[in-house]
Every structure is written in structure tokens, then in C-alpha cells.
């Protein structure tokens, strides 16, 4: 197990450029298993949760080449339709395997699973939306069984919502599974999630027929087969936001290179009314720091509201505002383990029924904190690059996940950042279960 070292307190500066999008190539990747023929996948970031991912897909008869930032993938003859336990609980974005296996092969054996740190995170939806295309769905022995009818899925009418509004990974499967149904579907209260329209150009670009990715409402007319592809995956909008955040918490004008602003309107005007501006030309983004940043309220929803997945970033930067900041988590009420280990480093936050109060301190204080899922992480590492003194961040397989050899990155722009191995650890300790993400 590895640590990070980080002597913190001193700017940052030159540019950065942004990876390709874990969350869309999680996803992406999975169409694979609906086509025999080949697909190339670029702009692939080289990640712990995309390498879960692609063993995953081996297991599922998926050969794999993995050359730089290109996947390349084909389906071998002699496949089976089971995505076992030691690879699901890595990584819960392994059921995404689900919509397009049922799809292609009429069946899929799916781990549940299991428990998640950042709060519970059914699958309800993904199952309901299935079970509506006319799949059988049984859960066994902590597995999910899902069987295509005998004459294969029919198009429905799909409403998608739950408790907490739409569903990424269940759009991305229903969708996934809807493309090789008979007739069509539609479905309402679909993710609007830049990924799930990657997701819907890349099955497009391979033969499907999806219209409405982006808006609430997708249509999809099903197709017989699919053929093969050729796709790069957006940028990283959320790996961008760390980006700017570690540039607006080290008074840095870093310039984040490569990602779509558009993907990033509201973390851009909530730096904004913090009083950080960020100065747009073409694809690179530059922070234009300020002394130090205003409080401000924040509500994390589905896109194009401001994203769960940058909530624990801005709290480390609203940690050193002046005045008093309030955050709402909508998607993750219990996903706010970045708090404690933050205010061991200074902070003033107290959390209660999903809101965070963000009382601004002057500076952070370098101390010993522990990594536990990786936006928290990413927050603590944001934190640290400002902190005075040292920081000691523990348990960084969890940083690991979604942000590619994030030290060597940083240290290109001047960060003081080691990765050292955690005393008393060997290196071969076996992944850790349940990650976010
Ligand atoms: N939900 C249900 N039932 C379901 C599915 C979801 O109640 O069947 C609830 C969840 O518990 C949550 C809300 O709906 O309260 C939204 O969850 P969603 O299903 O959209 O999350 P996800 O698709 O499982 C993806 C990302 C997460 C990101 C969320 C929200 C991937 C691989 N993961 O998860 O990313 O937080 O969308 O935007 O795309 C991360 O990268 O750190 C991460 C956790």
C-alpha cells in the first residue's frame, strides 16, 4: 500500500491536460460484449477501475489489447455470461456488464455488488428497467440471473426515476439492452450525464439507433446486430474540476487542457461566485486566482447541476473561504467522508442529514489523513497541495481509481508530492472491497 508525502503551501503553475472520462469508459467498454466483431476504444485512461473493468470483461470472453491509451477488444467463440463476486465488489460499475450481456446473449449472471462507502446504492432501477424490456430477473446467492424472453427483449415505455431522480448506470444499461430489442423504447427520466451520451454515440456509431442522449427522454429503435467500432471517449469533466480546484486552492493560474467546458458549467460558475474565474480558450481552461475565495451554497444533483463527484473537492476549497458555506448532497446524503479528515487538517465543518457548514479558516495545517473512497481523496490531496506543512495521505489505492499517476501530473506543475510505500505494508495486499465510483 502506498502513501502520499506532500509538502504543501507553495503555487502550482504551468499546464495540465485532462485524461480520457473513467465514467465513460467504464460503461463503453461493456458494448464490446455485443458485437463479435472488433472495437477499438481510445482515449482510455490507464486506472485501476478501467483495468477491474476490462478483467471483468475477460472473464466474459472478451480478448484484450491494451496498447497506450487504446483498448482494442473482440468476442471470443467460447464465452460464458458470469461476472463473478471478486471482480464486481472491486468496483460497482461492474454491472453495467448487465444491460448489454442480456442483450447479446440472452442472459447474464451479475454479482451484486455489495456494500459501498459512499451510501447505499441499489440497483433497483437497473432491474425494473430490464425486467419492463421483458427480462426475467431472479437474485440468487448474492447474484443477479437475468434471462431475455424467448422471442429476446421487446421494446416498452420505461419510466427510470427513483428516489433520487434519474440513474447513470442504469440509463447506460437499459439503454445498452434496448438497442437489440425488438421495437422501440423509450425512456423517461434518463441521465443526462455527458457520459451516457458517449455512451449513445459510441453504440450509435456501431449500428444503433438512439435518439434524445442528453435530455430526459431517450428513444431508442432496436436494431438486429451491431458492428464493430472505432471511439474516443470524452475528457474527464471530473478529474477537470480537481484540476481547477487545486489550481483556485494554490492561488495557481494553472491551465487544465483538453476538457469541455461545457461539461463543467456549473463547477465553473460556483468557482465563480466563490470569486475564482476561469479563463476559457478553446479546450484550456485557466484559474484566475484570488487571495482567498468567498463562501457560497452548494447542491450536488444529476447533471447539469453541480456533480456529487466534485462535492468533497469544493469543500476543501470552501474550508478556506471567508465566511460560513453550506453543502446539500442530493445524490449521496451519507457522502462526506471527506469532513473528518479534512478538519484534522484545520478545517471547521460540521455535517448533519446530508449538509455539510463550512466554516472558512484562514489556512490548513499539513497532518496524517486517510484516503477512504476517491473524490474524498481527491479533495484530500487538493487540500494538502495547500496546506502548510506536511501531509501524510494514507490508503491512496483509493485515488488510484479514477485519477492516472495523479502525482507525477502534479509534480509536473511544481507540486511537492511523493508516493512512498505506507510503513509496514509490503505492496502486495490484496485490493480493497466495496470502492466507490
Ligand atoms: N439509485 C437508486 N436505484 C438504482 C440506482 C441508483 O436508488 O437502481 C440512486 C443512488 O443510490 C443514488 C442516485 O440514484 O442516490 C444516483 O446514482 P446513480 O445510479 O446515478 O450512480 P451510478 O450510476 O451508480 C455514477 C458514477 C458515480 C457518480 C454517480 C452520480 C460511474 C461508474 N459512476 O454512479 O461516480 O457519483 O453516477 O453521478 O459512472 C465516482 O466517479 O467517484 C462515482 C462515484
New binding site residues.
Given amino acids: 500500500m502506498d502513501q502520499f508525502v506532500i509538502d504543501g503551501g507553495h503555487p502550482l503553475s504551468g499546464s495540465i491536460a485532462v485524461s480520457g472520462s473513467?465514467?465513460a469508459s467504464?460503461p463503453i467498454l461493456a458494448v464490446s460484449v455485443m458485437t463479435s466483431d472488433a472495437c477499438v476504444f481510445r482515449n482510455v485512461p490507464r486506472l485501476r477501475d478501467v483495468q477491474t473493468q476490462v478483467k471483468i470483461l475477460n472473464t466474459l470472453g472478451v480478448e484484450s489489447q491494451w496498447v497506450r491509451d487504446a483498448i482494442t477488444t473482440r468476442v471470443r467463440d467460447d464465452y460464458n455470461s458470469t461476472a463473478p463476486y471478486e471482480l464486481v465488489k472491486q468496483m460497482?460499475?461492474g454491472v453495467c456488464v448487465l444491460g448489454p450481456l442480456v442483450a447479446a446473449r440472452g442472459e447474464a449472471v451479475v454479482s451484486l455488488p455489495g456494500g459501498c462507502v459512499?451510501g447505499?446504492?441499489?440497483?433497483?432501477?437497473?432491474l425494473r428497467g430490464l425486467q419492463a424490456l421483458g427480462a426475467e430477473i431472479r437474485i440468487e446467492h448474492g447474484y443477479v440471473h437475468a434471462k431475455a424472453p424467448k422471442g429476446g427483449l421487446k421494446g416498452a415505455e420505461i419510466y427510470l426515476g427513483?428516489?433520487?431522480g434519474?440513474?447513470?448506470?442504469?440509463t447506460d444499461n437499459v439503454m445498452c439492452a434496448a438497442v437489440l430489442a425488438r421495437g422501440t423504447t423509450v425512456i423517461e427520466c434518463a441521465?443526462c450525464?455527458p457520459?451516457v451520451v458517449d455512451l449513445a454515440e459510441c453504440l450509435n456509431s456501431m449500428g444503433a439507433r438512439i435518439e434524445g442522449a442528453g435530455s430526459p427522454r431517450i428513444t431508442i429503435h432496436g436494431v438486429r446486430r451491431l458492428k464493430g467500432c472505432d471511439w474516443a471517449v470524452i475528457p474527464d469533466r471530473?478529474e477537470a474540476a480537481t484540476f481547477l480546484i487545486a489550481g483556485a486552492l494554490t492561488r495557481s493560474p494553472i491551465t487544465v487542457k483538453g476538457a469541455r467546458a461545457q461539461h463543467l458549467l456549473a463547477v465553473i460558475d460556483v468557482l465563480r461566485q466563490m470569486g475564482v474565474e476561469v479563463k476559457r480558450k478553446g479546450q484550456n481552461m485557466t484559474v484566475v486566482p484570488v487571495e482567498r475565495p468567498k463562501a457560497y451554497e452548494v447542491t450536488t444533483l444529476p447533471f447539469p447541476a453541480f456533480?456529487?463527484?466534485v462535492q468533497s473537492q469544493i469543500m476543501a476549497l470552501m474550508a478556506v473561504a471567508t465566511g460560513t458555506s453550506v453543502i446539500t448532497e442530493r445524490?449521496?446524503p451519507d457522502r462526506f467522508m471527506a469532513a473528518a479528515e479534512l478538519k484534522r487538517m484545520g478545517a471547521n465543518i460540521s455535517v448533519t442529514n446530508g449538509q455539510a457548514v463550512v466554516h472558512g479558516v484562514e489556512s490548513l495545517a499539513g497532518a496524517e489523513v486517510m484516503a477512504s473512497d476517491?473524490?474524498a481523496s481527491a479533495a484530500l490531496v487538493v487540500a494538502a497541495l495547500a496546506a502548510h506543512g506536511q501531509t501524510r495521505i494514507s490508503r491512496v489505492y483509493h485515488i488510484d481509481r479514477?485519477y492516472e499517476r495523479i502525482e507525477e501530473r502534479l509534480r509536473r506543475l511544481g507540486a511537492r508530492i511523493q508516493r512512498v510505500r505506507e510503513p509496514g505494508t509490503t505492496g502486495d495486499e490484496p485490493a480493497q472491497a466495496a470502492g466507490?465510483?
Fill in positions: 473513467k465514467n467504464l460497482r460499475a459512499i447505499e446504492r441499489p440497483i433497483d432501477l437497473h427513483g428516489r433520487f434519474s440513474s447513470v448506470l442504469a441521465a450525464e457520459e471530473i456533480p456529487t463527484d445524490i449521496y476517491l473524490r479514477g466507490a465510483g
